[in-house]
């Protein structure tokens, strides 16, 4: 069945520093969707991705679709504390979408 | 206000005891989910649901069921088969199972078992 690896599991930077989370799949994917929960709270959508080679920008944050569309990136730039959270890849490949394991951000003042 | 509800907040039950948990959205979606996250965890898929009166198991369904006798309500048992079941369970919706479409969480509940 389809895979997913997201990479890392936990990074903790100062607040300033960039962060990126990497998610790779084992087989070709359709599209790739990103979220972001809060602590405490629920995850919520940020952004899709659907063709080779996208890239879309939301502000300080960076989404890439790789060219095979076998993984993904999410960087942020200089991040804040508001930043704090963990970040979902969800990549759809066969009849629904699926979700990475997440990678869990802190970030220090 | 459009979106998706989950009561309550918190729960707290006796082991050995069943409980059921609420979903239900107004977004006219399709399609409902349900996902369990343990402490530091990622997102566990238990239950899902393409259509009214129609539902599929996912990876953990074991302990667990569902009904979808209405469109917009998708509650979730938490049986006494269930061994570990304390978690903080969140619900989803989308227009349809499509990979393209995005979900939708309501705040989650958090169950503890005693």
């Known amino acids: 069945g389809q895979q997913v690896m997201q990479i890392p599991q936990y990074q903790h930077v100062q607040e300033g520093e960039d962060f990126t989370t990497y998610c790779n799949s084992s087989?070709?994917?359709?599209?790739i969707q990103w979220y972001k929960q809060r602590p405490g709270g629920h995850p919520v959508f940020l952004i899709q991705l659907v063709k080779s080679g996208e890239v879309k920008k939301q502000k300080r944050l960076t989404f890439q679709f790789g060219e095979a569309k076998k993984n993904s990136s999410l960087h942020i730039t200089a991040t804040q504390t508001t930043d704090v959270g963990t970040y979902f890849c969800?990549?759809?490949?066969?009849?629904?979408?699926?979700f990475g394991a997440g990678t869990r951000l802190a970030v220090h003042p | 206000d459009g979106g998706i509800t989950q009561s309550p907040k918190y729960l707290f039950r006796k082991e050995g005891q069943n409980v059921t948990l609420s979903c239900e959205q107004n977004?006219?979606?399709?399609?409902m989910y349900w996902y369990r996250q343990d402490p530091g965890q990622g997102l566990r898929l238990i239950y899902y649901s393409q259509i009214v009166n129609d539902f599929q198991k996912g990876d953990i369904a074991e302990g667990y069921s569902v009904s979808r006798e209405k469109k917009e309500s998708f509650p979730l048992t938490v049986t006494s088969a269930q061994k570990n079941p304390t978690a903080f369970y969140l619900c989803?919706?989308?227009?349809?199972?499509?990979?393209?479409?995005?979900?939708?969480f309501g705040p989650g509940t958090r169950l503890t078992v005693l």
């Open positions: 989803a919706s989308s227009l349809s199972l499509a990979a393209s479409d995005t979900q939708y």
């Open positions: 969800a990549p759809g490949g066969y009849n629904k979408l699926i």
């Open positions: 087989t070709t994917l359709s599209n």
């Open positions: 977004l006219n979606h399709d399609a």
